[in-house]
């Protein structure tokens, strides 16, 4: 399953999920073919995996490293019965985070570690150890610190790389080289500062090296979409290396997604651009 999200860029589509090749020849599916969120497969013990989306008809809440998930409608007990079997049997589940219509970052494993009959919802967490004491007692300020850099990690940080990959085609869009392994989802602006969020405006699909040419004022990005070089570099003479993957970029045009709602945020990109420009 992690070598077919890589090759994608961190995401499955859901033909993917429905067909997952095994190592023996077999396939196994990996969603409900209802297209319910909740997939528990007749020969599982427990569910094996849950759909969570930000756009669902359900509001699910993510908070300190747990999100309230709410019970599937139906026959009582239904197919929340497996839910439930999870947490008495502490079997990690399979989280498919939906980025996109038919798109899915797989976050793996997540806990069932919490029911609530009144406000019909689960418990899911990260991390098997954090957890609400019962009574409803918090966590410390640590542990919510840590809870809340684990949410990042696992979950927004390859939500992002998968919009990003989705929105590029899965191309740097300074070289255009189609290799989603050697490819990462670069923020324009550092996700510390304002303006700094998980956007898709606010990224751009960049291999390894623009990313660190472009991190190191060595190549800049122009709001108007124009590649350019430092002028140290440009004067360089080295291997193939520089002249063809650096040097060669100078003034030649980004390489922009299809969708306009995607494109690089200019006002952003001309933030970057003065750093560039002192540089
Ligand atoms: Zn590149």
Redesign the pocket.
């Known amino acids: 399953m992690t070598s077919l999200a890589d090759a994608n860029g961190g995401y499955l589509t859901w033909d993917q999920l429905a067909n997952l090749p095994l190592p023996d020849g077999t396939t196994q599916r990996l969603v409900d073919p209802g297209k319910g969120g909740i997939w528990n497969p007749r020969d599982f013990v427990a569910t094996l995996s849950i759909i969570t989306s930000p756009d669902g008809p359900y509001p699910d809440s993510e908070e300190n490293g747990l999100l309230e998930y709410h019970y599937q409608r139906g026959p009582e007990g239904g197919k929340n019965l497996k839910l439930r079997a999870a947490i008495e049997l502490r079997l990690p589940l399979l989280r498919l985070h939906k980025v996109a219509k038919g798109i899915y970052a797989p976050v793996f494993p997540v806990y069932v570690v919490g029911d609530n009959p009144i406000t019909r919802q689960f418990t899911l967490s990260l991390d098997e150890n954090i957890r609400l004491i019962e009574g409803g007692a918090g966590l410390s300020a640590l542990e919510k610190a840590y809870a809340e850099r684990m949410v990042q990690q696992r979950v927004h940080q390859p939500a992002f790389r998968a919009r990003i990959m989705l929105a590029y085609d899965g191309a740097?869009?300074?070289?255009?080289?189609k290799h989603p392994e050697l490819?990462d989802a670069a923020h324009i602006i550092e996700d510390a500062s304002e303006l700094g969020d998980p956007v898709v405006p606010n990224g751009l699909s960049?291999?390894?090296?623009?990313?660190a040419a472009y991190d190191r004022n060595l190549l800049g990005i122009s709001p108007d979409y124009e590649i350019l070089i430092n002028v140290a570099l440009l004067h360089e003479v080295d291997g193939p290396m520089l002249k063809h993957?650096l040097q060669e970029?100078h003034q030649r045009r980004l390489h922009i997604p299809v969708r306009k709602a995607d494109r690089p945020d200019p006002n952003r990109l001309q933030l970057r651009f003065e750093r560039f420009e002192s540089a």
Do not use: Q
Not at 172 to 177: E, Q, R
Not at 206 to 211: D, E, F, G, Q
């Open positions: 740097c869009t300074v070289c255009t080289l490819l960049l291999c390894k090296i623009h990313h993957g970029m």
